[in-house]
């Protein structure tokens, strides 16, 4: 039933030789890579204003300079990124260039940070679009939480059906966003100029605004610059584009921040001369669609569009995510399985752990982006300066040319993202505290998972010096497990009789029905005289622990006398696999306690149903 179920939510399997088929185009790319840069824009001027209101409405003009700040960052992250594509072409981004450069203690810290935000991303992108949603229809305010978690596990099934297919979705979503936001900001700029919006921003260019101080301007900056999370989803992800892979994936960069650069400053400038102000029920991005649009057909596309786009957009983390746990992986700081491969060529664990995550913060944070954005914000400068000051050490080592003019757009770009990290921490540490902690767990967890393959493998591996003559037994035990007197039963100690010496038969008895059990014990013994019979008695209608301790008992015995131990476990398998549910599973719990056992073997055996 799961595997028909299967199917259907994610499609056949495809070949490990299809995987050229699930290489992205720069169209492609770009709706599926760009989506949570692109839809930033629909919070990033609204958080600008949010903090410059709390002082006064007139502060609105100074979220102007503060968008030029933004866009000169946009444009020293993006060139830095550029640079890390051609250097680092196999992936892994900020976590690459941090380990490669700084070691493997900053590597880590850039790669946790981004797991982490790639859940938030997530949790940020559909909590926004479920605001969208709410913002046009009221009616749905109080069912954010649900819709957000609905829309998550729609993207995590898009994802698991492929990459290739989750591009091919999004690319309607995605340039719909386009398409509207270009309109809207062209048709706001031309009714500016000839006049059809009047003037009605809440203080002039350059006014003096009373109490403004440079704390609140770079807290402003900080927030705003959340319209640059996803800019290094693209370096992640190189791999997956066609050949040639860097170009492809350079060029796709390059057209997202133009774009991005394009909504951020027209939507900013629209918002600052319509002099809107922040409200808790309807986004500036709506408002500023009613002040260019009124309230006809093109607004509700263009919320439409942008609760599309802000859904969609945590499929950005969902292309990033695991081929950063897959690099983690590698490096053996996370479990392996974030290496293998799904049905449909994605790393399933990895689209399936990233859904998770982010369903729990939606849960926490109760579907609010407001207070996600500041650890999102944190989250994405962290890597940011790691990996744009990492390029400063690999262009003074590779010293290629004009590396002096590469290494100064990145430390431009080191500087400003550690600035906002540090201001973020400061001025924000009620909202952004939880970071540390987090760090400090996933290191911690980042540590074990690396001792523990690097102890596995030194006790795996075969040296020289040592001797690996196999070691011969002088006979064999064989323990088979009995419930009940059966055709299993009867093949089981067959087999059993076939490879041991000394064979035992164990049966388990309890107390409901006495009778039953003796009838139980008088049929084995007639029907296999010379076989040994033990029956244990269980008061607490416990099985494992009864089969573990006589199991200890004879292995110690059989070690003695330089015998090896089976424990043969019998079971039937029924023709339909969806018929194992109709049945107890004591078997596979045996075999799990059995399997703590080191000088225990375990063999099952299977007796297969015809009808």
């Known amino acids: 039933m799961w595997r028909y179920l299967k199917r259907l939510l994610i499609g056949k399997p495809l070949k490990t030789l299809d995987e050229g088929g699930q290489s992205l185009t720069k169209f492609k790319a770009l709706a599926l890579l760009s989506s949570d840069a692109l839809s930033s824009v629909a919070y990033g001027t609204e958080q600008i204003t949010t903090v410059l209101v709390t002082l006064s409405a007139t502060a609105i003009w100074f979220s102007l300079p503060i968008a030029g700040i933004v866009l000169i960052l946009l444009l020293a992250i993006?060139?830095?990124?550029?640079?890390?594509?051609?250097?680092?072409?196999?992936?892994?981004?900020?976590?690459?260039?941090?380990?490669?450069?700084?070691?493997?203690?900053?590597?880590?810290?850039?790669?946790?940070?981004?797991?982490?935000?790639?859940?938030?991303?997530?949790?940020?992108?559909?909590?926004?679009?479920?605001?969208?949603?709410?913002?046009?229809?009221?009616?749905?305010?109080?069912?954010?939480?649900?819709?957000?978690?609905?829309?998550?596990?729609?993207?995590?099934?898009?994802?698991?059906?492929?990459?290739?297919?989750?591009?091919?979705?999004?690319?309607?979503p995605v340039y719909f966003f386009v398409v509207m936001i270009s309109l809207m900001i062209i048709l706001g700029i031309y009714n500016i100029t000839t006049g059809q919006i009047t003037y009605h921003a809440t203080s002039a260019i350059g006014a003096p605004v009373k109490g403004m101080t440079a704390l609140l301007f770079i807290k402003a900056f900080s927030s705003g610059s959340s319209s640059l999370t996803g800019v290094e989803a693209i370096s992640n992800a190189v791999p997956n584009f066609k050949k040639p892979k860097t170009t492809n994936a350079a060029g796709t960069l390059a057209i997202m921040a133009t774009i991005l650069a394009f909504f951020f400053g027209g939507i900013t400038f629209i918002n600052y001369w319509l002099g809107i102000t922040p409200m808790a029920t309807q986004t500036v991005l709506s408002q500023i669609g009613v002040g260019v649009f009124g309230h006809g057909l093109l607004y509700y596309l263009l919320q439409i569009s942008t609760a599309m786009i802000l859904a969609v957009a945590a499929n950005t983390g969902f292309s990033a995510f695991p081929i950063l746990a897959f690099n983690l992986a590698k490096d053996k700081n996370l479990p392996h399985a974030y290496m293998d491969r799904g049905d449909r060529l994605g790393y399933s664990n990895g689209i399936i752990t990233l859904a998770l995550g982010a369903i729990a913060l939606i849960i926490i944070f109760n579907a609010?982006?407001?207070?996600?954005?500041?650890?999102?914000?944190?989250?994405?400068?962290?890597?940011?300066?790691?990996?744009?000051?990492?390029?400063?050490?690999h262009w003074r080592r590779e010293r290629g040319g004009f590396w002096q003019g590469?290494?100064?757009?990145?430390?431009?770009?080191?500087?400003?993202?550690?600035?906002?990290?540090?201001?973020?921490?400061?001025?924000?540490f009620a909202n952004v505290w939880p970071y540390p902690i987090v760090m400090a767990l996933l290191m911690y967890m980042f540590h074990k998972i690396h001792e523990h393959y690097k102890k596995i493998a030194e006790q795996l591996r075969v040296a020289e010096n040592v001797d690996t003559?196999?070691?011969?037994?002088?006979?064999?035990?064989?323990?088979?497990?009995?419930?009940?007197?059966?055709?299993?039963?009867?093949?089981?100690?067959?087999?059993?009789?076939?490879?041991?010496?000394?064979?035992?038969?164990?049966?388990?008895?309890?107390?409901?029905?006495?009778?039953?059990?003796?009838?139980?014990?008088d049929e084995f013994k007639r029907d296999f005289p010379a076989v040994r019979f033990v029956d244990i008695h269980s008061s607490y209608r416990s099985v494992s622990g009864p089969v573990l301790r006589f199991c200890d008992v004879i292995s110690k015995r059989a070690t003695e006398r330089n015998f090896?131990?089976?424990?043969?476990?019998?079971?039937?398998?029924?023709?339909?696999?969806?018929?194992?549910i109709l049945h107890n599973q004591t078997s596979l719990r045996l075999r799990s306690v059995l399997n703590s056992r080191e000088n225990i073997i375990v063999s099952t055996y299977n007796y297969h149903l015809k009808q």
Not at 131 to 158: C, K, N, R, W
Not at 372 to 392: D, E, K, N, R, T
């Open 78 to 172: 993006t060139l830095s990124y550029q640079q890390i594509i051609h250097a680092y072409p196999s992936g892994g981004g900020a976590y690459v260039v941090a380990t490669k450069n700084w070691g493997r203690p900053a590597g880590l810290v850039a790669g946790g940070s981004l797991l982490v935000d790639y859940m938030l991303t997530v949790a940020v992108s559909v909590t926004s679009g479920t605001e969208a949603i709410t913002s046009a229809i009221p009616a749905l305010y109080h069912h954010q939480v649900g819709i957000s978690i609905v829309i998550v596990l729609f993207v995590m099934t898009l994802n698991l059906r492929g990459m290739s297919e989750s591009a091919n979705f999004l690319t309607i």
């Open 368 to 393: 609010q982006t407001t207070l996600l954005i500041p650890l999102y914000a944190v989250g994405v400068f962290v890597p940011f300066a790691l990996s744009q000051s990492g390029m400063i050490i």
């Open 406 to 428: 590469k290494a100064a757009i990145n430390f431009v770009g080191a500087f400003i993202s550690a600035a906002i990290a540090i201001f973020l921490f400061v001025t924000r």
């Open 469 to 521: 003559a196999p070691h011969h037994y002088d006979g064999a035990t064989v323990i088979v497990l009995v419930s009940n007197v059966t055709r299993v039963t009867k093949r089981a100690i067959d087999y059993a009789e076939s490879i041991g010496d000394y064979v035992i038969a164990m049966h388990v008895s309890f107390d409901q029905n006495p009778g039953k059990e003796k009838e139980i014990v």
């Open 564 to 580: 090896s131990t089976t424990v043969l476990v019998p079971q039937f398998v029924p023709k339909r696999p969806w018929q194992n």
